[in-house]
């Protein structure tokens, strides 16, 4: 199915409490800077695990990054739920996707989460599967040599043809929305990638053609605002009729950005 590119999402700033009605898809995203209280009471919301896994990162950069997005998901997850972000348990697939645990198997509320230097986003859908990752453009990382071992070859001619410009911006979109579609599915790299092809050039739709290509639907989008650093992004997810919607993440009580 062919989706166009969102150039410029609207970031709003929605109620405390967000309802995820109909076919809608809530996109959010999250500044990874934040000041020590902020991360002090993210860190206080995650798991043991969580808070181990934190400790085990040798940079402090890292370690922060990591506490700041699980926290970022912990509390965007405690308003869908309306519970307490310390409260929420997660279950984990084959090739470890995770997922709500409930006493019902999994709940029917699904989101992915992806974070790249210091910008995060979380998609959520209520029961359909849904993948997203978000990359940072850094144009010395758009080789031709991981280009070749990541890429299939339609997608390698396609990044070939593009002017020199604008090659860094194709790279990226071809990574994130491979990498959204893979983690949608949740099989990880146990899928093949040569075995399905998007499209990646800049300006146009973004299209998905692969095996299992009728239960998805892909949209890139810009996460990044005008004056912070170029990011790349894209969401799959289950079904055609679904519309996304875009949310900058702020805690509550805090002072909200953008407006609908």
Known sequence: MIVPMSTAAEWSSPMETPELAGNAIHVWRASMAMDSAALRRLESTLAGHE????????FERDRNRFIAARGFLRDLLGRYLQCAPQAIEFAYGPRG?????????????????????????????????????VELVR??????????????????????????????????????RKEAYIKARGDG????????????SPGKPATLSS????????????????????????????GKDWTARYFEWREIGREAVGGE
């Open 211 to 238: 095996a299992d290509e009728s239960r998805w639907s892909i949209e890139s989008f810009v996460p990044s605002l005008v004056d912070e650093p170029r990011y790349a992004a894209a969401v799959v997810a289950e």
């Open 139 to 176: 144009p010395e990382f758009a080789g031709e040599e991981i280009a070749k071992r990541y890429f299939s070859a339609k997608e390698l001619d396609e990044l070939s043809r593009l002017p020199a410009e604008v090659r860094a911006e194709g790279f990226f979109l071809c990574w994130t």
């Open 189 to 200: 790299l146990h899928i093949g990638l040569e075995s399905f092809d998007v499209s990646l």
């Open 51 to 58: 808070r181990a896994r934190a400790e085990r990162f040798h």
């Open 97 to 133: 996707k995770p997922a709500i645990a409930s006493h019902e198997s999994r709940h029917p509320l699904r989101f992915n989460l992806s974070h790249s230097h210091e910008l995060a986003v979380i998609g959520i859908k209520h029961e359909r599967e849904i993948g997203i990752d």
